[in-house]
């Protein structure tokens, strides 16, 4: 029987605001990790600070690797396949009101 699960990334969350409205992700990664296929209500910054990634949106699929910035605009589906061991990524949410 083949084994079908992804590694799990460790990821740290700070939450500032009153309402919790800024959010920084601290993301570390190995090769085969996978988030989840998702979209959020407000944008996301994705910073890749090292590694290699497959970014899956909407329109197609990005390869990044080394130092990228990545803009996701609200509503916008995306899945991040880890591509490189090891990978660090900082996401940040700068309004999730």
Same mark, same amino acid.
């Not at 407000?42 to 497959?54: A, P, Q």
């Not at 690797?65 to 990545?70: N, Y």
């Given at each position: 029987m083949a084994n079908n699960t992804h590694p799990v990334p460790d990821i740290a969350r700070l939450f500032i605001g #009153? $309402?919790?409205? @800024?959010?920084?992700?601290?993301? @570390? #990664?190995?090769?085969? #990790?996978?988030? &989840? !296929?998702?979209?959020? &209500? @407000? !944008?996301?910054?994705?910073?890749? %600070? $090292?590694?290699? /990634?497959? %970014?899956?949106? !909407?329109?197609? /699929?990005?390869?990044?690797?080394?130092?990228?910035?990545?803009? %996701? &605009?609200a509503g916008t589906r995306h899945v991040i396949r880890v591509k490189k061991t090891p990978t660090r990524i900082v996401i940040i949410h700068p309004d999730r009101v």
């Open positions: #009153a $309402e919790n409205e @800024f959010e920084v992700e601290t993301v @570390f #990664a190995v090769k085969g #990790a996978v988030s &989840p !296929d998702e979209s959020h &209500p @407000f !944008d996301e910054i994705m910073v890749l %600070l $090292e590694g290699e /990634v497959e %970014l899956e949106l !909407d329109n197609g /699929v990005e390869s990044l690797s080394g130092l990228t910035l990545k803009e %996701l &605009p």
